[in-house]
């Protein structure tokens, strides 16, 4: 059976697999999934409109990679995906991911259509329906369309230190602070834990709520979203891919209107982080900013 996989990708990748007909994974997961004669559809991360850029046929089974090859690996002087598989060239072109998003069946939450793009694999790691495949496959024999691609953040240099600004700790049984006022109080915990801490942080074409790291790791270990209303469907696919892409570990903070739809959407869609995310209850945040901030002050006064 032919499996047809949407595999997300970056600018500087994309024109590897074009002149090289090669792509890699850095999961076993990911690798063990593909099979000889499957199909890739190449999503062009970071371009503006989101589009489609290609199929390919994977060819016969994985190699082993010894030596760095995709600009990512250059630059850090090491392999980070071993896994690379041999491509043969079915259809180039570009095609309005975004347009097509209403009519792709795969896409079930048209609000959040983005979130099935994400991933080394997208659509949460499973492929799509061969009626997808075919809409795709006749959207890419059109003339191309124009876009641009955004240029790429640059992370892993610590933020300039930041002064903290104090902020007003909300009562507890009242109703829950903003999403932007939990979402700094995270921020804040971590730089009060002296680690890096960014708010905004991007994975591919979405932002984490918040993401902690040291001064050397240069990727989050840690990752925060914060759910008080909106797409929760989507604040879950962010996290599970910050789990695929980095191994953060995921956090997320919401309510109690929230925490049975999250528990049954772990138990499903997104099985895979299930053992490894906690939900927090926006009170705890609140209280342990709350503990933190008195604990920082104390120890500036005794100049610790």
């Avoid at 834990?193 to 591919?204: C, D, G, H, S, T």
């Avoid at 009170?283 to 604990?295: F, H, M, P």
Wanted: with cysteine; glycine share 6%; hydrophobic share 40%.
């Amino acid at each position: 059976m032919v499996n047809l996989w949407i595999v997300p990708t970056s600018p500087d990748a994309w024109g590897l697999v074009q002149e090289h007909n090669v792509y890699a994974f850095s999961r076993k997961g990911d690798r063990d999934k593909i099979q000889a004669n499957d199909k890739a559809i190449f999503y062009l991360i970071g371009s503006n409109p989101p589009v489609f850029v290609g199929i390919f046929d994977f060819i016969g089974s994985w190699e082993e990679a010894k030596e760095p090859f995709w600009p990512s690996e250059k630059a850090e002087g090491r392999v980070i995906y071993p896994w690379r598989f041999r491509l043969s060239t079915l259809k180039v072109g570009a095609a309005d991911a975004r347009k097509m998003s209403r009519q792709l069946s795969f896409i079930e939450n048209k609000q959040g259509w983005s979130v099935y793009l994400v991933g080394s694999l997208a659509n949460f790691g499973r492929p799509i329906p061969e009626c997808d495949y075919q809409l795709i496959f006749d959207e890419l024999t059109k003339p191309p369309i124009t876009y641009q691609v955004k240029p790429p953040t640059r992370h892993g240099m610590p933020p300039p230190t930041r002064v903290l600004r104090r902020r007003k700790i909300p009562q507890l049984r009242g109703p829950p602070p903003s999403h932007n006022e939990l979402r700094d109080m995270i921020r804040d915990i971590g730089l009060m834990k002296r680690l890096v801490a960014e708010i905004e942080f991007p994975i591919n074409s979405l932002r984490i709520d918040v993401a902690w790291h040291t001064e050397v790791q240069k990727m989050p270990s840690y990752v925060w979203e914060v759910h008080i209303g909106g797409n929760f469907y989507e604040a879950l696919a962010k996290l599970k891919h910050a789990w695929d892409y980095w191994r953060a570990e995921p956090f997320l903070v919401t309510t109690e209107k929230f925490e049975d739809e999250a528990r049954s959407l772990l138990g499903g869609t997104f099985h895979e982080i299930k053992p490894h995310i906690r939900i927090i209850h926006w009170n705890d945040i609140v209280k342990y900013y709350r503990l933190l901030t008195e604990a920082t002050d104390i120890e500036k006064k005794l100049r610790l």
